[in-house]
């Protein structure tokens, strides 16, 4: 059954340092609304530029996603990202005061708990969602990287990490329930890097903000306490630092055995969340990182975006808005004219409609129409999508029982495949304009996730002929 969206119940803030570029920050979770996704804000700067967080935003992929739109650039998003993604929240506005969210103690855990002090809160529209349907692989063979997705009832993740470091051996994480794991056994598990790292790392501009406190340090370099502390001080991260026996720095407990392996996850579950849509499907993971990480995001994007997932258009009831009986008293049209069976998502606030049309071998144009081929005629498309679209007026104050809504026009009309009986059209419907009773939209039909049918309509509102008595 497809889920409703969420967002938080209230605005929620956190100040501190940004672990990479180190600066001093103020970060809210504000409440946005349907359809808005995640939104970073740079309110720091000359009209608080939006920075929608999706992949094709992304500009950097040193240890961190870095998402920029003109000059406004926000570093290390994921972290943040996983932890809407982990509790459930589709919508919500990220505003900063500075370049990057503040470090926290290096994982999800503050963010999922700023979520939790604001709360969620259901909104009317359902989920937009991905159903992976067939295999999607992407592979890194200089690094050894495979990532592939399967299709899958769930979003599931598996990840495998192996550094050839004794410290940190082969390591794999699965994560099978999102509500019931993440909060618990992912979202606490924290950032990682190698020591030999750390002076390169910082030579490079990166971890400004890190400190003992927000990061594993693994062990594997040979130096002293004094050496290691004169480096570290170098870079201005001071305290009683040493070796320690464990394997990493200061005989740091893990939260995790493989507590690294499970950041590895953490780090991917946001930065998928740059797909801009939720994930229904398995995805399997070896030797990720985030350059992986966001060209597999970025497959996935142009595989599917602008089509329909099955899953979204159920028909079962729990999906319908309006059913048959519901249409019959908007629409004037009635057999065999009557070209919409059910209307499945009705979001007046973003002017948007999605209904269907189960295509049968009873339809009674198959009689004249290609009989020995049936295919079901262009222009009922058409017919079909303008009636869908038109139910859209109902929000805008038309009423069905005075007046009626006539087709005027259509343009740059494309059929792309056949439709035949045994279709089913998912008709989705944009209002681009409605004044002077003069209505103009925007439709595609799919069948399957495929785009079948597209164009742009037009139809006006006038008043209903009074029948004689």
């Known amino acids: 059954m497809s889920m409703k969206q969420r967002t938080i119940g209230a605005e929620v803030t956190m100040d501190g ?35 929608p967080a999706i992949v094709d935003n992304v500009v ?63 909104q009317q529209t359902v989920r937009n969602e991905i159903i992976i349907d067939e295999p999607i692989r992407y592979v890194d063979e200089q690094r050894g990287t495979e990532i592939v997705a399967l299709p899958n009832d769930d979003f599931r993740v598996t990840v495998m990490v192996d550094y050839k470091n004794p410290a940190l051996g082969s390591q794999h994480t699965g994560l099978f329930d999102m509500d019931k794991e993440f909060v618990t056994e992912f979202a606490p598990a924290r950032t990682f890097c190698f020591l030999h790292e750390v002076v390169a790392l910082h030579k490079q501009g990166l971890i400004q903000g890190g400190n003992l406190d927000n990061a594993i340090v693994i062990v594997d370099q040979e130096m002293s306490d004094e050496e290691l502390r004169a480096t570290l001080a170098s870079m201005g991260v001071l305290g009683n630092a040493v070796l320690g026996t464990t394997g990493f720095l200061n ?56 089509k329909p997932s099955p899953r979204r258009f159920s028909t079962h009831a729990a999906s319908t808005v309006f059913d048959a009986n519901a249409i019959l008293t ?47 005629p262009g222009v009922l498309i058409m017919e079909a999508m303008a009636q869908t679209g038109c139910l859209l007026l109902i929000s805008k104050g038309v009423d069905p029982d005075s007046k009626l809504v006539v087709f005027t026009g259509m343009n740059n009309v494309k059929f792309r495949r056949e ?21 103009q939209l925007v439709g595609r039909a799919y069948v399957d996730g495929q785009l079948a049918a597209e164009a742009e309509l037009q139809a006006a509102v006038v008043d209903r002929e009074v029948a004689p008595k």
């Open 17 to 51: 340092v940004g672990l990479h570029t180190g600066s001093l920050t103020s970060m809210t979770f504000k409440p946005a609304a349907e359809n808005t996704g995640y939104r970073f804000v740079r309110a720091d700067l000359a009209g608080s530029p939006v920075i």
């Open 60 to 122: 950097e992929i040193a240890r961190g996603t870095t998402l920029a739109v003109g000059e406004a650039r926000v570093y290390t998003v994921e972290h943040v990202l996983a932890a809407l993604v982990g509790m459930g929240v589709d919508n919500c506005t990220i505003e900063l005061t500075s370049n990057e969210p503040p470090v926290g103690d290096g994982s999800s855990m503050p963010y999922v708990e700023m979520i939790q002090k604001a709360g969620i809160v259901e």
């Open 419 to 439: 439709v035949v009986p045994g279709d089913q059209l998912v008709m989705e419907l944009e209002m681009t304009r409605f004044r002077f009773n003069i209505c």
């Open 251 to 306: 005989n740091n407990a893990l939260r995790y055995p493989n507590e690294p392996a499970r950041h590895k996850l953490l780090d991917m579950v946001g930065d998928l969340a740059l797909v801009g849509y939720r994930i229904r499907g398995q995805v399997l993971a070896a030797l990720p990182g985030h350059a992986a990480n966001i060209e597999f995001a970025r497959k996935v994007r142009k595989k599917y975006e602008g």
């Open 330 to 376: 908007m629409l004037p049209h009635r057999y065999p004219f009557l070209m919409v069976d059910r209307i499945v998502e009705f979001a007046p606030e973003q002017n948007k409609i999605i209904g269907l049309k189960n295509i049968t071998s009873n339809e009674p144009q198959f009689m004249g129409h290609f009989p020995n081929r049936p295919i079901f």
